[in-house]
Nanobody, 121 residues
Framework: QVQLVESGGGSVQSGGSLRLSCGVS?????????MAWLRQGPGKEREGVAT???????TYADFVKGRFTISRDVAKGMVYLVMNSLKPEDTAMYYC??????????????RGRGTQVTVSS
């Protein structure tokens, strides 16, 4: 059974930084999966933030490019999201997600419960 557990959220002021972590279990070969961070802000639909593919390639939503960095440690079963220069509009519940295979077109059927990030102005 695939389980994803997020941690590292919190409250920060605008311009601050946070590092989110995602512990992955139930996946024997994490490098066969596309891993991602999604988020859902208050009153908004869930949206993709960043992905890291089977080959380690990364993609970012335009609204986080240059500020957020996704990475993974396959040996430790961890996925990270470093968030710098945070803005109030980054306030959201952040979810770790996984999908077997390639990132393109994935619906990410495996998702954690989320960790809250709140950015104050």
């Amino acid at each position: 059974q695939v389980q994803l557990v997020e941690s590292g959220g919190g409250s920060v002021q605008s311009g601050g930084s946070l590092r989110l972590s995602c512990g992955v279990s139930g996946i024997l070969m994490m490098n066969m999966y596309c891993m991602a961070w999604l988020r859902q802000g208050p009153g908004k639909e869930r949206e993709g933030v960043a992905t890291i593919g089977r080959d380690g390639s990364t993609t970012y939503a335009d609204f986080v490019k240059g500020r957020f960095t996704i990475s993974r440690d396959v040996a430790k079963g961890m996925v990270y999201l470093v968030m710098n220069s945070l803005k109030p509009e980054d306030t959201a519940m952040y979810y770790c997600a996984a999908s077997y295979g390639y990132c393109s077109g994935s619906s990410f059927p495996y998702r954690g419960r989320g960790t809250q990030v709140t950015v104050s102005s």
